[in-house]
């Protein structure tokens, strides 16, 4: 039984693997940044489709862990130190655009922005922080038409920044906004925001393939 579930398990993987593969090629994504990720482990989960599309993957964290850095690299992920805001004092970043740039729980994690409170004073605005990476985000995406950033937060806390900040700074491609009860002693209910945002321009938004 374990060995047939393992087998089923390992089937399902492959095909997962081999269609996100396929729509890396579809999209002719060659470059993909995801920033605030310590470990880079999304970027490891996607590494055997990206190997497979011909894909290269980069991450960037304020503090990366120096041990996953090393075992990240054997697997061709480069993950640098830096600041999101200034990716351009990255050397491996410098001038480097990608089609693909994420995250997932950064723009909204308490922890994050006491590392900003360090870096910037303890008079900062992180909501205008926020808008500011997304800027620096949306300068490093190519020129590929379905270049793309997706952002979410993680939780209940709220993502910090408002669509009407996102309006004024680039083509918003999907935004949708969920609560969901979860009746956990530590968690009363899910707040959701997912949102896809490409360069702002009169051109129509990129469709996916």
Not at 140 to 160: E, H, Q, R, V
Request: glycine share 8%; aromatic share 12%.
């Amino acid at each position: 039984m374990f060995l047939q579930d393992w087998q089923e398990d390992f089937i399902a993987c492959q095909k997962f693997e081999d269609h996100f593969a396929n729509l890396l090629k579809r999209n002719d994504i060659k470059n993909i940044l995801e920033f605030g990720t310590p470990d880079g482990y999304i970027l490891e989960t996607i590494s055997g489709a990206a190997k497979k599309a011909g894909v290269s993957l980069y991450g960037l964290d304020l503090e990366p862990d120096s041990r996953r850095v090393h075992s990240l690299q054997e697997k061709g992920i480069i993950l640098k130190r830096g600041d999101a805001r200034e990716l351009d004092k990255v050397e491996e970043f410098k001038g480097k655009k990608f089609d693909l740039i994420y995250s997932v729980g950064v723009l909204d994690v308490p922890g994050q922005t006491a590392d900003w409170i360090g870096l910037m004073g303890h008079y900062v605005d992180f909501k205008d922080i926020c808008v500011e990476i997304i800027q620096s985000m949306l300068g490093k995406l190519s020129d590929n038409p379905k270049a793309a950033i997706f952002t979410s937060n993680l939780g209940d806390f709220p993502l910090l920044f408002l669509k009407e900040d996102m309006e004024e700074i680039a083509n918003i491609i999907f935004w949708e906004e969920i609560t969901r009860d979860i009746g956990c002693d530590f968690l009363a209910e899910f707040k959701g925001k997912f949102c896809i945002l490409s360069k702002k321009s009169p051109a129509a938004s990129p469709q996916f393939s």
